[in-house]
């Protein structure tokens, strides 16, 4: 890839010491990387500096004599001189302080912020000491809702407007601004529109005084008592780097860290709060095994391992199957393949459930794209689910690169995604009719793609693609990347959503591929790997959907469900419920009771997100610390790979570009269904988290105004919305971003996972009035 | 949304000056203040309502509108009366007796100081400089500017308006009948006069002369 050239450097003196640093930073920054710490509230090095808070000011010589100038906003410029402890500058930062505590309440014993507040810790490193203000400080109603989650404490706010120009600057849903004037400026939402932004806990975050609070952690624990540990999200596969904070061994709160290569310190509320999952106390304690009345029963670890065992002798190896495993560390993925490989031999094993992408595509594709590479492409093209709801933080990234390094961006999917008012050529299409799409860009005749074409061979294209929604054939994603990989200076990121899918696809669990991204197929890679294990079964084993047809026919007789729900994950929740009671035994390792596994034979309770310690892989094959010891930074995976996996040796696979589509599934005359994901779903990690169940959004079927009225429906009206594997009654959306002949029911909010996930769907007004709950 | 259907319940010249307004500036989120003021004639004062259209309107959200309606004391969020007087307390009017003058007004109208009266004629404020310090003390009605009134001047202004309940009110008439010294007595003749307490600008603006309501 290019490399940018290195900047120019220039010549200045700070506090006396002459420096080379490079043009154009700023003061600050420069003297921070020199070790000179200079004051700041609202300076953030992943924002624009505006100078409002005033502590950074330093004494700079100017042709008018020496003058304070703010430290944030000023670049360095040759032979500038610049003081940051005199006399003048210490007696500034003296009155920066006592006017800001003028109307700062001294409330610091009862302040969440307390002990970790910039404001408190500045003022002890730079203060007067003692204020000369007697009268009496404002007064404000306390704390005002900016959210579910984000309480505000107007009194204590300091407007350094952290919060809202990272709503405005970073996230892009600005629903928080000053109001007022004067001692009356305070920050607040428009009256009935709260904060309901993914990205509301940065604030709370980054808020330098205990203005901004959130419910999760308010008045939960002093920073003191916090032990903190380094770890990686695993709500989505993005990998963002996070630090746990526990109180008597209790998570209490998630804050982002700073990691260039994946989240820049930002995290989606679900990163933030997902936590209280793992303190919820629906969870499994104790493993459960079924009595001879059918009901589970709690037992001891001794008697319930040993009718794992039982039904694991009873059986051929080939007749055992393993789903699941993406909530797992690289670690655990690798002992599970070896053991379900080598011991029980059978080749039956696939991480992913219902959203899969074929696993060659994913581990092989190349040239593979870092998400650094978004911050120098010319060209993004999002072919994938939305990512606002399904990659939070891969979101801000595509929004920086647009928004801030002159990226063109050029999203195609069946309906408008969080990333379409950043996009300068969108393109709606029917699900069922992708390869159309991809033919039209390809010939590029059709003037409505034009200025996608145009975008997409001007210049280096850096392409996310994958899924946009569960209804569309996975084979669609080849496709794409086929074509995309053709266009100039191409790479591609590969997205599969859940948190280590990755990682457990690279430790081989996957039914084509050995651990190390080798093909089952690959004579000399099984040997190798035989030689270390033993033999192996050397089939291509079946995927999710064939293991659980497999039950059915009674095939596949034993079921290992790692983290696994196909019911409510798969295509068809009735023909998984009944695969399940077919099997002959279900064991199933999970944190909670869910609707595939509380007809299991056993279930064994596990350690959590947060209690496990070891790797994890994310999208673009970057290998990361989970909690404790060694972090992102300085795990080394050998010269020049920067802890990224790339693809090489036998794993990679020809794709071919088929014009055609290739038997891609084909919706043509019906009502096509888009499933697209969205981030509070149903799922049982946000239902088990207070916080995020609340923001669960209603369910609803999404159809286009001219589809509506050929069906004679209107807004609200109640629908049975029926489809191959199941029925579901939702009140009518209209949506005139959504592709015409489509209908957009949500994946997996409460009732709408019971539609399964056909091609299509048809549509009726429903007798009943209102939605069965 | 489409600017017209946002708007689509103001009146036929106010959707027409909406639509002049957002073509003038190369940025929507320009025409943001202007439009404010057409929100708040449209609707009598700056209602939640309006913030919303305005932010339809310009792309912004409402949020950062309020944001910018909030710093100018000139957007009324509030009900106003028919009338807004507005009694500079400012130094040159403070010295030449403007407390008897707010006095005066708010005993005539019944309105006190920030306030609106019972029967919504009256809106009373008083108001920093407004630029009238040579004819202090001066008091707006409707934004439209009467210098050199002393306090029985005052009565008699608040008097004439509610009982003679004008459409239009016009500095230089009111001037005639209320004022005493003038600033600048050079300073051309005042053919247009405001229609409603939103301040006349332009071609959008509330003026009699324009389009009466």
Sequence with gaps: MPERPPPEMVTITIDGREVEVPQGEYIIKVAEDLGTYIPRFCYHPRMTPVGLCRMCLVEVETPRGRLLTTACNTPVAPEMIVDTESAVVQKAQEGILEFLLINHPLDCPVCDKGGECPLQDQTVAYGPGESRFVEEKRHFEKPIPLSDIVLMDRERCILCARCTRFSEEVSGDPLIEFVGRGNQTHVITFPDEPFASYFSGNTVEICPVGALTAKPYRFKARPWDLEAIESVSMVDASGASISIETSQNEVVRINGIDNDATNHGWLSDKDRFIFQAVNSENRLTAPLVRDDAGNLQPTSWGEALDRVADALGSVRGDEVASIGGANNTNEEAFALGKFLRSVVMTPHIDVQVGDALNPDFLVGITPRAEIRDLDRAATILVWAGDLKEEFPTLYLRVRRAVTQMGAKLVVVHPRRTGLDDLAAAKITYRPGEGPEVVRKLAAGADADYAAARELLTAGSVTALIGLTGRAEDPRLAE?????????????????????????????????????????????????????????????????????????????VKVLLLVGADPVRDGRNPDSARAALAAAD????????LNDSNQHAAVVLPVDGFA?????????????????????????????????????????????????????????????????????????TRNVQSPALAALVPDPAVYLHPRDASALALTDSQVVDVTGEFGAVRLPVRIDATLAEGSAYVPANLESTWMLGVPDVVTIEASSAEEVAE | MSAASVIADWSAPNQERARRLLETYPEERSAVMPLLYLASLEHGYLTSAGMTQVAQLTGLTSAQVQSVASFYTMFKRDHVGRYLISVCTSISCYLLGADDVLAAVETETTARDGTTSVDGAFTVEHVECIGACGGAPAVQVNYELVEGVLPEKATALCKWLRETSPDVVMTDAMQKSFGGVRSFDWGIGEEQGAVAPVPAFGPYGSTGGESAR
């Design chain 1, 479 to 555: 496709v794409v990347a086929a074509y995309a990989l053709d266009l100039p200076g191409a790479k591609v990121l590969p997205l599969a959503r859940r948190g280590n899918v990755f990682g457990g696809l690279d430790m081989g669990l996957a039914p084509t591929l050995l651990p190390g991204r080798v093909p089952v197929t690959s004579e000399s890679g099984r040997a190798e790997l035989e030689s270390a294990w033993g033999p192996l079964p050397d089939a291509v084993g079946r995927d999710a959907a064939a293991i659980l047809a497999g039950l059915a026919e009674g095939e």
């Design chain 1, 585 to 592: 035994f279900v064991v199933s390792f999970d944190m909670f």
């Design chain 1, 611 to 683: 209690e496990t310690e070891g790797t994890v892989t994310n999208v673009e094959g970057r290998v990361q610390k989970a909690y404790r010891s060694m972090t992102w930074d300085r795990l080394v995976w050998g010269p020049e790979r920067d802890g990224v996996v790339m693809p090489d040796g036998p794993g990679i696979q020809e794709l071919q570009y088929t014009p055609d589509g290739g038997g891609v599934r084909s919706t043509a005359g019906r009502l096509a269904l888009h499933s697209g994901r969205v981030l509070y779903d149903a799922g």
